[in-house]
């Protein structure tokens, strides 16, 4: 019986472990996602800018 006990034990703390691994793994996706969304935004961004600066040199 006392086995039984610690076996349930072991595999709820296994399982929270396991839980706890995913939801971390997954927050790290999703800011690695968003990083990756600001960056290109961002290079956007840079070519919009050189775009208007060509422009403007070009006009004076």
């Given at each position: ?6 076996g349930?034990?072991a ?50």
């Amino acid at each position: 019986m006392e086995w039984l006990a610690i076996g349930a034990l072991a595999a709820t703390v296994i399982g929270l472990i396991g839980k706890f691994t995913n939801w971390t793994f997954s927050g790290v996706k999703r800011y690695e996602h968003r990083i990756g969304m600001i960056e290109s935004k961002l290079k956007l961004l840079e070519q919009r800018t050189e775009t208007i600066e060509d422009d403007i040199l070009e006009l004076k």
